[in-house]
């Protein structure tokens, strides 16, 4: 009976399991996984690692793209591209590095970085790499081999036709700083300069044949190069072709009877707009004497002191003149002697010579023969003839 029962559970048994439906019988699918999250992007701003994308790149494109991120100042985007750029020896991927290293834009500051770049892109012929680096070295050089050493760098630029580095050249073979003193080479590198387009250079050539410097005088000459400077919108060089027009000389070579103050008026009021101190001053000059349109003693008075906040000695003094004798102005001998100590701080003898005549009247100051001896002494050391025949020198 027993064994009866339990075949009679066995085959019960097997009867439900057959009786499962077959999609309960289905193996398990697996759980879905998520995917795993992507890597956070690399860290950025300054010293931010170069992405795998601009290893992709071809050197040339990279310094392309280098260059116009730097464009619109995206510099941790510059800092990524270039040196891919600078590495595949890209001139200019080199220079624009330099000049991150340099300034500290995108990038830490590191002048000895910057150095060895400008090196690199120098030596690749980034003829401003080369003069950016003669400046640099030259601002470290202590002994005359390393400052000739720099200058080597702005012939190698002038050679290169950068006309910046020329008129650089030029300063210094004129001064002999670290090169042989040279009037001559001086005056040929200025004018290589001007006819580089580079408008410092022309004001430099012009002075040079009006002076003279290194040559014989040409005034009409040194006329053409000044224009030509003011045309390229250096305000030096339209101040330097008032004057000459002013002076009447190349005019006369010219046999050129047309009025000049005018001219000579409107050239220094456009240096004067964009805030050249010496512009402002013979401006101001113009205004106060009536010379070339209307006297206008106030705008005189504006326009020393736009001279003086450029740090042009002569306008601060000229302002000191104005506040003292009360022209475009109510007089205040308290400021006019503000101006004319400030102008003598410049190295100004009409400051100094004018410091001197109050402290010997007594004329807003404490009359003083001792301070009025000091003011003539300073005026003497910085240039005046007068000063120095009045000490006896």
């Known amino acids: ?37 992507p890597p956070p992007p690399p860290p950025s701003g300054k010293g931010a690692p170069a992405p795998e994308t601009a290893l992709l790149l071809s050197p040339e494109e990279a310094a392309k793209l280098g260059a116009a991120a730097l464009e619109r100042k995206d510099h941790v985007e510059a800092a990524r591209l270039l040196p891919r750029g600078c590495d595949g020896k890209v001139a200019r991927a080199c220079f624009n590095l330099a000049d991150m290293y340099r300034s500290g834009r995108g990038l830490n500051r590191d002048r000895t970085r910057a150095i060895e770049l400008f090196t690199k892109a120098c030596e690749l012929g980034e003829m401003e790499a080369c003069e950016d680096l003669s400046a640099m070295t030259l601002a470290e050089a202590k002994t005359d081999e390393d400052k000739r050493a720099s200058t080597a760098l702005l012939q190698r630029a002038c050679d290169g036709n950068r006309g910046s580095a020329c008129s650089d050249l030029g300063y210094r073979q004129e001064r002999g700083l670290g090169a042989d003193k040279d009037p001559g080479l001086a005056r040929a590198n200025w004018l290589k300069a001007c006819e580089l387009n580079y408008g410092l250079g022309c004001s430099n050539a012009s002075l040079a044949l009006s002076a003279p410097i290194g040559g014989p005088a040409d005034e009409v000459q040194a006329l053409v190069l000044a224009r030509k400077g003011c045309d390229l919108s250096n305000m030096e060089a339209c101040d330097r072709a008032g004057l000459l027009i002013e002076e ?49 003693k106030s705008g005189a008075r504006v326009a020393y002191a736009t001279s003086c906040k450029q740090d042009y000695s002569g306008g601060c003094a000229g302002l000191g003149y104005m506040f003292e004798n009360g022209r475009g102005g109510p007089a205040d001998i308290a400021k006019a002697v503000e101006y004319y100590d400030m102008a003598c701080e410049m190295r100004g003898v009409w400051g100094c010579n004018s410091m001197a005549r109050l402290y010997r009247s007594g004329l807003g100051v404490p009359l003083n023969a001792q301070m009025s001896l000091a003011y003539t002494a300073r005026a003497c050391e910085f240039g005046s003839e007068w000063a120095c025949r009045q000490l006896g020198r």
């Open 1 to 37: 009976m027993r064994l009866a029962k339990k075949s009679i559970l066995a085959l019960l048994a097997a009867a439900l399991c057959s009786a499962v439906p077959a999609a309960q019988a289905a193996p398990l699918r697996p759980i879905p996984v998520p995917a795993p999250a």
């Open 248 to 296: 009447r000389k190349p005019l006369n070579q010219l046999k050129d009877k047309r009025p000049d103050h005018t001219e000579a008026r409107n050239l220094y009021a456009a240096g004067c707009f964009k805030d050249h101190g010496r512009s402002c001053y013979d401006y101001a000059r113009m205004l106060d004497e009536g010379r070339g349109g209307p006297k206008d």
